[in-house]
């Protein structure tokens, strides 16, 4: 409610302005010299206007009474929250085209008028006519640029942050946006053509009515300053479209991911040092860019994004999480049968495997111990099922280090197996290391128990193992595949842990 009588409020105000605007343009019109019309013409137009004053003024109030009504009704139309945020932006533009539409039917009242005096009266109405026409043009034109700059200043300062408090203003696709180089082109009608043809059509005045010839070069001199106005108009419309432009189209590729765009426009004003200032920021983008691409590489790339938004402070936090073990067997030995590039071939298929794995059950790797995962879940982003993604990620794990065997005997290589262990628990998660080297990790019993119960998976001749603790956070279903082991005492600690494999 408070919007709408935001909005309402505004429109009136706006509509105020409009008609302030067109009764001062038609002042101002009203104290410039007619043009070379003669004596008895103006004499019987003047004295048939005041005998049909009725209708006269009903032509006089045409530019006024448009635009008011047109005002009113758009300000107290209704409408929903995305139509009155539409109304809202497009406000200025729908006025000021009010103000121009009520000049063109002042226009066309005069026309009908002109004619009807001619037939009754038998005067001349070509240079009435002419008149009529380039005044309403000059008006219409001089009104429609003039309320809609108006009006879009005070737009951006009162309505707009009502309606568009994040803006995004131009998402919101609008019928009639007026371009800079449309307003700058109203703008050189208004201070360099009006007044230019108003010069021109007194001393045309002057010269007929004191019976003096129309001096050609008269002509020449106003036809040279009009053109010299059109190429000023429209080189400084250029001059600052043409950069914005393509600031538009660099941005857009910005918002993509593309760096690599620098804008090759050099000037020695505002403009140029906007644009040197839009370079200089895309190109710390784009070093922040590959120091973000970086760091995803050092660690996962959830935990950097996380850290780079500032989710957890430097000093940590307690949380319950499920930490998962893998490692492989009998690795050391195998590893002295190899050369030392075909290790690290086969570790880094390995681990590659192993991760997308991980990865897809919202698991994060949080270190490679020579041959070991160390894997996380439930950190950093907090998670309710954080027990059952480890499970589900140990199964794919099993079947995805089967099927990597499958290549490997294809290829002559030797075979891969895995112990894993899984436990759930309580532990301290945050930024550790010295102030100019810190990781992100948990420490706690946890990780120790976890750690322990993956080198069971020897003692119990199984790939997968779980606590007790993992197992009771599991649904009924993951449950039901789980088969018990045993009682198993875990070093370091008085009571014995349930242990589970998975069937």
């Not at 067109?22 to 410039?32: C, R």
């Not at 059952?388 to 280090?401: E, I, P, S």
């Not at 301290?428 to 080198?455: K, L, P, Q």
Request: glycine residues 6%; hydrophobic residues 45%.
């Amino acid at each position: 409610m408070n919007r709408i009588s935001t909005f309402r409020k505004t429109g009136f105000f706006y509509t105020f302005l409009t008609v302030v605007i067109n009764a001062t343009l038609n002042m101002v019109m009203s104290v410039v010299p007619s043009p070379a019309i003669d004596e008895y013409t103006i004499h019987k137009w003047v004295q048939f206007l005041a005998d049909s004053r009725s209708a006269t003024w009903l032509a006089v109030l045409i530019p006024y009474a448009v635009p008011l009504l047109f005002c009113f009704c758009y300000t107290l139309r209704g409408g929903t929250e995305k139509k009155l945020r539409w109304r809202a932006m497009f406000m200025p533009a729908a006025m000021a085209l009010a103000s121009l539409c009520g000049w063109f039917l002042n226009f066309s009242c005069v026309v009908p008028f002109a004619l009807y005096a001619k037939y009754l009266l038998g005067i001349s109405i070509r240079l009435i006519i002419l008149t009529s026409l380039v005044a309403s043009l000059l008006i219409g034109i001089s009104s429609f640029t003039m309320v809609y700059l108006v009006l879009e200043s005070l737009n951006q300062k009162f309505l707009l942050p009502v309606f568009f408090p994040e803006g995004k203003v131009s998402s919101f696709r609008s019928p009639f946006r007026p371009t800079f180089g449309v307003l700058l082109t109203m703008t050189f009608i208004i201070s360099s053509l009006w007044p230019l043809t108003y010069v021109l059509y007194g001393m045309i005045s002057l010269l007929v009515n004191n019976g003096l010839e129309i001096h050609k070069g008269l002509l020449g001199i106003t036809s040279m300053l009009l053109l010299t106005a059109v190429a000023v108009t429209v080189l400084l419309s250029k001059k600052i479209v043409r950069p914005l432009t393509l600031l538009t189209q660099a941005a857009e590729r910005i918002k993509t991911g593309d760096y690599s765009g620098r804008l090759a426009i050099i000037s020695n004003d505002e403009m140029g040092t906007l644009v040197d200032t839009f370079n200089d920021m895309t190109a710390s983008l784009a070093e922040k860019e590959f120091m973000r691409d970086t760091f995803g590489r050092v660690v996962d790339p959830s935990v950097r994004d996380y850290l780079m938004k500032g989710g957890i402070a430097l000093h940590g936090e307690s949380r319950e999480v499920t930490v998962m073990f893998c490692d492989i067997r009998n690795f050391t030995a195998m590893s002295e049968k190899m050369a030392a590039e075909d290790v690290v071939s086969l570790l880094n298929r390995y681990f590659t495997v192993l991760g997308k794995c991980i990865a897809r059950h919202n698991g994060i790797i949080n270190k490679y111990i020579g041959d070991a995962i160390m894997a996380m879940f439930g950190v950093p982003v907090a998670s309710s099922c954080h027990a059952a993604d480890a499970y589900r990620a140990a199964l794919d794990m099993r079947q995805a280090l089967a099927a990597l065997n499958a290549e490997f005997r294809a290829e002559g290589k030797p075979e891969l197996h895995f112990g894993i262990g899984i436990h759930t628990g309580r532990v301290f998660a945050g930024t550790i290391g010295a102030e100019d080297r810190m990781e992100y990790t948990i420490i706690g019993d946890t990780v120790n128990t976890a750690s322990r119960i993956e080198s069971l998976c020897k003692t119990y001749r199984t790939d997968i193992l779980l606590s007790e603790a993992s197992a009771a956070h599991l649904e009924a279903p993951l449950r039901g595949n789980l088969h018990f082991v045993d009682d198993a005492s875990i070093r370091g600690k008085e009571d014995k842990i349930k242990l589970y494999t998975a069937g």
